[in-house]
């Protein structure tokens, strides 16, 4: 079994930073595949937040950024608001499940 | 505006059937792969299933191989996913969503607001 790997909450103080990762293995990020990142509020449909590891759709806010490294991926929110208070997932390919897999979420909480 | 807006969800007993329907508008639905994604009460996202643009290539996860079927009618600007043999662990929200390609990964990039299924006796 592989797939990838949240933390299943993280928090900060509004303008501080926060790091959400996203751990995968050499079956999935690690073999080159991008990971994608979506935000979900509750009750409604995710949306996509970053795509193609360090890409954002037209209209998410500069705050919102994505990288990746080896067998990992992270979402970084610089400045954090209490409007980013949400479900946050990444999303990639995984070769030996032959399947597109989701992390389990991450819930950031604006203390 | 893009739009994808999920019909056909509802309560149904185990091992029975459902079919749900997307229909789409503000783009060109043959131009894009399309997928269904489920969401279990309180859980994550789940990848479902993608059908290419054409229709000819489908490709579904593990936990449903076998009892769904992803189809579509570019004609009709639609998209329909054909669940059976259904169980207690298919009770989800289904979301259709666009499904771009980009190196070999679709990403979500529109999605429905989603249908409830509830298998349940």
């Known amino acids: 079994q592989s797939g990838v790997t949240q933390p299943p909450s993280v928090s900060g103080a509004p303008g501080q930073r926060v790091t959400i990762s996203c751990t995968g293995s050499?079956?999935?990020?690690?073999?080159?595949?991008?990971v994608h990142w979506y935000q979900q509020f509750p009750g409604t449909a995710p949306k996509l937040l970053i795509y193609g590891n360090i890409n954002r759709p037209s209209g998410v806010p500069d705050r919102f950024s994505g990288s990746k490294s080896d067998t990992s991926a992270s979402l970084v929110i610089t400045g954090l608001q209490a409007e980013d208070e949400a479900d946050y997932y990444c999303q990639s390919y995984d070769s030996s499940l032959s399947a597109v897999v989701f992390g389990g979420g991450t819930k950031v909480t604006v203390l | 505006e893009v739009q994808l807006v999920e019909s056909g969800g509802g309560l149904v007993q185990p091992g029975g059937s459902l079919r749900l329907s997307c229909g789409v508008s503000g783009f060109t639905v043959s131009s894009y792969w399309m997928s269904w994604v489920r969401q279990a009460p309180g859980k994550g996202l789940e990848w479902v299933a993608n059908i290419q643009k054409d229709g000819n290539e489908q490709f579904y996860a593990d936990s449903v191989k076998g009892r769904f079927i992803i189809s579509r009618d570019n004609a009709k600007n639609s998209l329909y996913l054909q669940m059976s043999s259904l169980r207690a662990a298919d009770t989800a929200v289904y979301y259709c969503?666009?499904?771009?390609?980009?190196?070999?990964?679709?990403?979500?990039?529109?999605w429905g607001q989603g249908a409830l299924v509830t298998v349940a006796s």
């Open positions: 050499s079956s999935n990020i690690g073999a080159g595949y991008d």
């Open positions: 969503a666009r499904a771009p390609m980009l190196r070999g990964l679709p990403r979500f990039d529109s």
